[in-house]
């Protein structure tokens, strides 16, 4: 079992920066690979970003290239989304993930509570 969970939503206007935390514990968080989905309001949750469990290969969806950064810490057992120039579409409920091997669809292994993330315009 791997317990995932996000901190640092918030309410951001537009143009600022976020940046997300998710916290492992449970099983050997090098072992999996860790992203990030997020569902907006009336939409289906959709891939963000993922990081495979060293760190060298990182996906993002083509909405958030060039804006969002995944990185994740092995010794704090942690995986980031850094946030920049956001947008008002960027509004949604953003959900940590860790899957065994890397992803960019569902499903996976285990997922966090979620934290909102709210972009004004």
């Known amino acids: 079992q791997v317990n995932l969970v996000e901190s640092g939503g918030g309410l951001v206007q537009a143009g600022g920066s976020l940046r997300l935390s998710c916290a492992a514990s449970g099983r050997t968080f090098t072992w999996y690979a860790m992203g990030w989905f997020r569902q907006a309001p009336g939409k289906e949750r959709e891939f963000v970003a993922a990081i495979s469990w060293g760190g060298t290969t990182t996906y993002y969806a083509d909405s958030v290239k060039g804006r969002f950064a995944i990185s994740r810490d092995n010794a704090k057992n942690t995986v980031y989304l850094q946030m920049n120039s956001l947008k008002s579409e960027d509004t949604a409920i953003y959900y940590c993930?860790?899957?065994?091997?890397?992803?960019?669809?569902?499903?996976?292994?285990?997922w966090g509570q979620g934290t909102h993330v709210t972009v004004s315009s």
């Open positions: 993930a860790a899957h065994r091997t890397v992803f960019t669809t569902t499903p996976v292994d285990y």
